[in-house]
Structure formats: C-alpha cells, structure tokens
C-alpha cells in the first residue's frame, strides 16, 4: 500500500481524499494554488504545498508544478479527483515516467475513451446500442450535414475531446446545424485542444443514467449499478440518485453487462462511469465513458456500501478487487443535490464571494460533503460546487422527505446557492413521481 | 496592540518555538506566522522543525540604510540551489549588490534546472532558504534591499 498520496485537485473532492487517506493510514499532500492559501480542508492534510498562483492553467491544471510539488514531498502516488488533470492521459504518462502511481485508469485506457468518437466506435463493436450518428469525426460541416440528415433533426453536436457535459450543441435544421458546427469547431479546439466534433441522434423524452464500475489490474471488474442524472441544467448535472425510478433489474443487469464489457475491451483499471440515455420505451444507449471518480459517487457508496475512494487507491496500488459481482447489494435508495454558487433566480449566474452565514443540515440519513463553512470565501477562479447533499434511506419516499428536510434546514447566508431551487424541484409532482427527462430543470424553470 | 507588543510575541513565539500566532480582539486581528525553513507544512502531529530567525510581520519595510526592503518569493514550486554546482560558489551572499538580469539562485522543477533572476536592483540582505531546500510558491528566498 502507499505511505503518501499527493491530491492535484482542491475543494471538496480534495477534502473527500484526504479523509480516504486518513482512514487508510495514508499520508496526504494537498497541492493548493494561491486562491485556496486560507481554505481549512489544507490543515487537514498531513502535508500542504502551494503550486501557483489563482489562475487554474498556473496551478491546477500545471503538470511541471504538480510532478515537481510530489516531487519534493515523495510521495508514491498522485490522486487527480475529477476535473482538471483528472482526464488527461499525458499527465498520467508524466506520473508513470516520474515513477509515481496515477490513481486512475492508464493513459492508453484513457486515451481511448477520451475520444467519444473512437468509443463510440468501441461499443459498437460491442454490439452496445449507440445513437445513431457519425461513424467518425465530422471533419467540415458538409459531413455534418450528411450525418445529420442521415439521422434525422433534431441532432446534438459533440466534441470528441468534450465530454462531463461540455462542448456540446443541438440543432434543430441545416441552418443552426451549420452555424452551430463552426462554433463548436472553434470551441472544441481551444478548450480541448481537439477540435474534432460528430452528431449524435438527439432523444427529446430521455433520462441520463450512469453505471459505475470497478476494475482491478487482474481483471475482475464489477458494476454498482446505476445513477441517474437526469435532472440537468445546461448538460450539468443538479441532482442525481440511486437506483433509478425507471431502472428494473433487468434492464440494470443489461447496462451493467454493457458497461463492464466495454471496461474489459478498453483494459480499463480503477473507478469509471459508462454514461447512457434511457428513452420513454426503457431502451438505453451509450454516450461516453467517464475515465474518473464522479462528483456524484457518494450516492452509490451510499446503496453499496462500497468507498469509491478507498478502492480507487487498493487498486491503484496493485490490490485485487475485494468483492465480485455477486457482493454488490443494494440497500434503499440515495439522492444528492448539488450545492452550487450560483443564483437559479438570475440565470445560474456564479456567485463567488464571502459565506457569511453555514449552518449545515444533520440527522439520521444526512451526509454533507463540503469543503466550505461560515466565513469561507468562494473563490472567483474554480467552479461554483460548494457542497453536495447526500440522503439515504429504505425507500425514495424516506429518501425524498429526509431531502426535503436537510434542504430546509440547511442555511447559507451572503451568497446565493441552488437550494431554493432543489427545495421547488423536490415540491414537483412529476419529480416525486420519478418522470421527468433532460428537458425538465429549462421546461419549468427556463433557461 | 503596538510595535513593542509584537516584537514581545515574536521574542515568545520563537523561544517557546511557536510557529503561529492568532489574537483578536474588537474586529481588529492579528496574525504572526514564523518562517519555517521546510515546506511542505506539517500540520500534524506539529513537529517542531529546525528554527528560523523571526521575520519581521510585515514587507516590504523600511531597510536599515532607508533601502525598502522586499521578500523575494519563489516564482516555482522545487528545490532551491544557491549554486549552479554543489562545488560551485553560490550565486549570490549576503551584502552583495544585484541587478534585474542577476541570477539568484535555480529552483529544480521535474528535473529542469530554472534560473531565477533577481528583476531588481539591490542588495541581498537575508538568504531565507536553506541550499537543496524544498520551496513552496511565493515562498519567500531572499530580502532584499531595493535600491
């Protein structure tokens, strides 16, 4: 096992490690930029090493900084979290090559997967269903066009480098295809430096249901079930839950297959998440597989049982899975609502700033996964994640009332956060019957 | 709280080697932290390291000479070499005068020897930081006196 881990992320998720790391034994570096100099999760680490200044290219996302900061410190191995380097095979190669262990997938698993066109290509092999759409990269707008008239409108533009959510455009008709392509060009290139894109059949009434799996280098890999992610704002994620309200067994055993054979194709090691669509007739498909820890894993460790974290790093250093397929239980259900700075009464709009007043919910069932509390302020620079409520119980009825009560209890004071509006969207009907699709969070409550 | 008070906690801090110190009182706050002469910060268990002169709470200040007198901070995260060699003269000591292109020492970043120069010009009056020292960012390496 490793003595000490460096974590190359901040927040909450860095929080999230080092108390894995904690529980482990385990040492813990916390590489911090200057921006999160005062944050207190730092204290909590065994050791704290400043990398840069604010700006997340200078710091967080620097490679040369990060390698050098476990470096200094010596440490066996370098956890990424989600976000930043977390996805970025060349990091991972820089790990390798410093002889540090990267707690994630290798880079030619992650390389792979990184392109959605390429895995795409994969699952077909598979015979997993995908959306139908281009069988690669749409190289102008002309192939776009072709795939896109091919598959019938509505269509959705993705980035091949994109993915969690990001790069991605819908079209109705050749004209917003055509203007839409050029600026998604545009965007891919600069954000993922791959500017290439490919269409996708756009499913109006679907849900997003996710698979975590669990993959050993010995090559045992499990499934723990699903997670759906449908209510989305914007492609990004503001509450997800386990199991799905439209999930059977049957269908969770079929997407489990599907997931833990692509896992098995693409030589996957450690935590990821397969992601797909599920359409009003209970069909699913495939979109992407997330090659990381997902912000929302608590929701499955929560019905599992299982400390994602905890695994990533036996794995990672070289453990074999402790349980199989046949181990996973599921028990009740769990939700997460994330908690944003961002004001739902003004367009979502970031609101970093000083939290005057934190006063955090508690009881049976509650769990807070936070970095922030009362005089905490929210830097400008990183994304507006504050914290993620988490409930578990025997049913979702339990579940959704144990929800509704946190959130009520939960108070935030100078910065306008998303409560309010899970509070609205756990009032809902059509939310508390398990209806809703993608569309939901724009179609009543706007854009 | 006045200059004399804190010149009084900085003489406990450092003989009850206490590396910070927190008082408030009224919405008036202070701070003193001690440097320390390794990163990373161990934050616990606290093992007392090895001791650093107090440094003044406050930089830039006014110099002796009149000179303001500025922290020098480590533009990288690395290890610190005042010398391009181990057998080789540092590149600056104390009491010697330095200008902007003046190299002051090389922080080691993933095997990439960087030179970092002093973009001032001055007089060195503290080396900070320990030869093959681990530096954080914005540590500070070097007072010096601007001129």
């Given at each position: ?50 990398i ?10 620097d490679i040369s900084r990060i390698v050098s900061a476990a470096e200094i ?375 | ?73 480590s533009p990288l995260v690395g290890t610190f ?25 090389i922080i080691e970043a993933m095997k990439v020897m960087n030179?970092v ?17 681990a530096v954080?960012y ?10």
């Amino acid at each position: 096992m490793f003595s000490k881990v460096l974590i190359a992320n901040r927040g909450e998720i860095a929080l999230r490690i080092i108390r894995a790391c904690r529980e482990m034994g385990i040492e813990s570096v916390v590489v911090y930029s200057e921006a999160d100099r005062n944050a207190h999760y730092l204290k909590l680490a065994d050791y704290s090493v400043c990398i840069g200044p604010p700006p997340p290219l200078q710091s967080y996302l620097d490679i040369s900084r990060i390698v050098s900061a476990a470096e200094i410190t010596d440490v066996d191995a370098i956890h990424p979290g989600y976000g930043f380097l977390a996805e970025n095979p060349h990091f991972a190669e820089v790990c390798e090559s410093c002889n540090i262990r990267f707690i994630g997938p290798s880079p030619e698993s992650s390389r792979l997967l990184g392109d959605k066109v390429q895995a795409r290509e994969l699952a077909r092999k598979l015979k997993i269903p995908t959306l139908p759409g281009s069988e690669a990269a749409a190289r102008d707008e002309k192939e776009a066009l072709e795939a896109a008239r091919r598959v019938g409108y509505p269509v959705m533009i993705k980035a091949a480098g994109g993915g969690g959510g990001r790069g991605m455009r819908l079209a109705h008709n050749d004209v917003s295809l055509v203007n839409n392509f050029l600026a998604a060009q545009a965007e891919a290139g600069a954000t993922f430096r791959n500017n290439a894109l490919y269409i996708e059949k756009y499913i109006e009434k679907a849900r997003h249901v996710e698979i975590q799996i669990l993959a050993d280098g010995y090559g045992n890999v499990v499934h723990l079930g699903e997670r759906d992610c449908t209510v989305q704002r914007r492609f990004q994620k503001l509450i997800e839950e386990s199991p799905s309200p439209v999930v059977t067994p049957s269908l969770r055993k079929e997407m489990g297959n599907a997931a833990v054979a692509l896992a098995r194709a693409a030589r996957y090691t450690n935590a990821g998440t397969c992601e797909f669509l599920v359409d009003d007739r209970g069909k699913f498909y495939f979109i992407e597989m997330n090659a990381r820890l997902q912000v929302e894993h608590p929701v499955t460790e929560m019905v599992t049982g299982v400390d994602l974290v905890r695994e990533q790093i036996r794995i990672a250093a070289g453990e074999r899975l402790s349980f199989g397929q046949r181990d996973v239980v599921w028990n009740g259900a769990a939700l997460e609502c994330r908690i944003n700075a961002e004001d739902p009464r003004n367009g979502f709009k970031p609101s970093p700033g000083r939290i005057a007043l934190w006063i955090p919910p508690g009881g049976p069932g509650v769990r807070l996964d936070t970095h922030v509390y009362s005089g905490y302020t929210i830097p400008p620079y990183y994304d507006s994640l504050i914290g993620k409520l988490i409930v578990h119980r025997k049913s979702r009825e339990e579940a959704l009332a144990v929800m509704k009560r946190a959130l009520a209890e939960f108070v935030v004071e100078g910065v306008p956060t998303t409560i309010p509006l899970h509070q609205v969207v756990l009032d809902h009907t059509q939310f508390i019957r398990g209806q809703v699709d993608t569309t939901f969070i724009e179609s009543y409550f706007g854009k | 709280m006045d200059w004399d008070e804190v010149t009084r906690i900085l003489r406990l801090m450092e003989e009850n080697r206490l590396v910070e110190f927190e008082y408030e009182d009224g919405g008036r706050r202070i701070r003193l932290r001690r440097a320390e002469t390794h990163v990373p910060i161990p934050h616990a268990p606290a093992a007392p390291g090895p001791q650093a002169a107090p440094q003044s709470p406050a930089t830039p200040g006014a110099g002796p000479a009149g000179g303001e007198l500025v922290r020098f901070r480590s533009p990288l995260v690395g290890t610190f070499y005042r010398a391009a060699r181990p057998d080789a003269e540092p590149f600056v000591n104390v009491g010697d005068e330095v200008t902007p292109d003046k190299v002051l020492c090389i922080i080691e970043a993933m095997k990439v020897m960087n030179e970092v120069k002093a973009e001032m010009t001055g007089v060195v009056r503290e080396i900070l930081a320990k030869n093959s020292q681990a530096v954080e960012y914005g540590e500070p390496l070097f007072v010096i006196e601007k001129k």
